[in-house]
């Protein structure tokens, strides 16, 4: 029997996905698991494996070609079958990533856990009730963005209730985040129509569509404040140059290594910053998570330290080395840039003296971290040359109240300035 | 050693032997345990014979107006011990045909009252059966009295349904306390026997759950038909005699007697919560008296589960069944759909028959619902015309701005049929437009479906 292969939901906020190469060609064997074809998402490239065995047949999908989620890309037949199952686009469920979701209150829903948010199984298609639609479309929301709870992940009220009474978001990646209305679609109209015309249009890759979304429902929505301060740096640069000559060839602890750390630690004594803002509830989180902003071509990603509070700071500058480079190479698994509790955002290395992030939702918070630099300082009733550092924090005032935030930050700002206080 | 099935279901009423048929269709072993006939309350002594002889009372009524219609059936005798030895049979029928679906599905019955013991255990007489994965509570409910003022069933003068069910005659003269489905249902099948029938309730209105319009349509049908109707009536005291009793009504602050050969009891049911071990085991019940479940049926104690009558309310067969069905599938690690406990569609089938489904125009109001009320007449309907049904209506409550049906009532000829379109509607979220856009056969009853949900656009054809 035939098997379709369909686009996959390679992350969880995938919604489409380019073809960017077949491994396999039109006639090839393969086996269940064997790699078919990469896809780049809107994360990463990943790979489409084959989920029966046999032959490839009727690949529907050329390379480069951008299809959405659940569409079929080609058919696996029986060795020596002719399948005559129409390579069209045909919905199944897509596959569902493993996202915690702790839903309450709905009838049975305890015992049978609400399906998680998945991208819908068929772009082209949605499911519906008529009167989903109806709200839906008072309510300028995108059903194709917002995932189904009923039979069949059909969306019903429920599913559309919470957002779009409030417009705001939620959990990532819930469907308040991904209920936000798209950004207008790219008109065929707005390309260049005259030859040598002084702009350029590029059409958004997968990436760049998805930090458009997160970054207006980010400002948008979430009554952002800041908070800045400056640090002096002396001892910190004191302590790492110490540790760096006494590690030798056994590594290198970096500035970013260290401000993860305290981020961390400070946090575990401010758990009030370490929360996710989930449209009628806070989840304040009990493990730090840090999601550590990497500039990878063409964009950002934001993997993320698991339990940064509990690991030595070897490990890490090994992680984050590790995340950096896969990120940058586009390899990132969606476990590893899921999950944040709070960010950290480093532009220091570009000589940025301060900036503000933009909150990655649901978190509550970010911090801004500038470059260090000598400057002259009142120090001890003298003016002298110190090493100082200026971070701004974002906090989603619907969660961290000025004064909260700020007792977080002066935390921070201590553990910088005296790193021994990382040991208490 | 004790004799193991996976799962035990304590009861074989409608919740209890749904519940035993999904369970063996899910592969799981499975024994229901029951103390009296298969079908419980519903088959043998509830929804089954009611509805039998509520036919018998609606062929009396029909052939009385037969006349009309051109057709001559000479003096109406009725006899209500034949009415009665009928409905018997079709009890009977339908408590074998459960027999036959218990045997057919390979549930192994227990005949015998069973105590539950802790370790999901169950006793019955000096046996012990044991569940490997659950225990599902389904012991349902019985008629009660009111004690308290002197209305302990006596089952001559002072009866419940149980009784009434299996009169030989029906009495000269009755008084019914509590309007709900069963007394009203009881009024409608006395009175088509020649029963004079006087209907108390002790809230302001008959059908006291049903929307207002639906209570004041049937107040007024019964009137018609010579049963006194008295609403917002406390009745102080009931003194049975030997082949009477005497009843104390209070009503608008004065009182006043009200004799009748007999009183049939139909304020409420009690839960069968007693001598089954429940506190043994650590099962709580609420403050009403129900048994404590989780949103997945289980209760207190784990493995113990509990559905139908015994679980809470709403007290319908249908409501036990579903409980049945989706109790099964959680035990066997399946996600059932949720059960929607706001879309249990509530029938009285009574003549004309009422049948509901939602909200209430009153509750739309005290929940401050944005609401347009859509109203079809059955006068204004070809079919009911021709069959002389003109009594009732559908009345859609709609929500303003999207179109929801938030409730639905109707008083009419089937109307216990017709509501269905309006339930599956509710389910799958379908509006009032999509309700009008189904094309309705004509000529039909169900028409007045469509044309109330266009009454509710503004748009009604027919009116």
Redesign the interface.
Known sequence: MATKVFMEALSPTMEEGRLVKWHKREGDAVKTGETLAEVETDKAVMELVARADGVLRQVAVTEGQTVPVGNVVAVIAAPGESPDVPAATSPRPAPTPAVGSGERG????????RPTPTAPADATRVKA????R??AR?AGVDLKLVTGSG?GGRV??KDLERTAATGTSASPPSAAQRMEPLPAPRSPAAAPAVEGAPYQDVPLTQIRKTIAKRLATSLGPIPHFFLTTEVDMERAAEARDALNRQLGDRGKVSFNDVIVKATALALTKHRACNAWFQDDHIRYWTEVHIGVAVAVEDGLITPVIRNADLKPLLEIGREARELAEKARSRRLQPSEYTGATFSVSNLGMFEIDQFTAVINPPEAGIIAVGTITPKPVVWDGQVVARRRMRITMSCDHRVIDGATGAAFLKTLKEMLENPLAMLL | MASQFDVIILGGGPAGYVAAIRSAQLGMTTAVIERDKLGGVCVNIGCIPTKALLHSAYIAKLLREAKEFGVEAGSVKTDYGVAMQRSRRVSDQNSKGVEFLMKKNKVTVVKGSGVLQPGRKVKVGSDVYEAKKAVVIATGSRVKGLPQIGLEINKTTVISSDEALFLEKAPATLAIIGAGAVGMEFADIFSAFGTTVTLIEALPRILPLEDAEASDALAKSYKKRGIEVIAGAKVKKGTPAKDKVTLEVETNGASRKIEAAAVLMAAGRAVNVEDIGLAECGVQVTERGFIKVDPGLQTTAPGYYAIGDVAGPPMLAHKGMREGVTVTELIAGKKPHAIKYDNVPSVTYCHPEVASIGLTEDQCKERKLEYVAGRFPFTANGRARGTGETEGFVKILRDKKYGEILGAHIVGGHASEIIHELTVARENEYTVEEVELAIHAHPTMSEAVAQAALDSLGRVVDM
């Not at chain 1, 709905?106 to 856990?113: E, F, I």
């Not at chain 1, 009730?129 to 989903?132: G, H």
């Open positions: 709905a009838v049975l829903v305890a015992a049978a856990p009730s008529p009167l989903a109806r709200i008072e039979p019903v009220r």
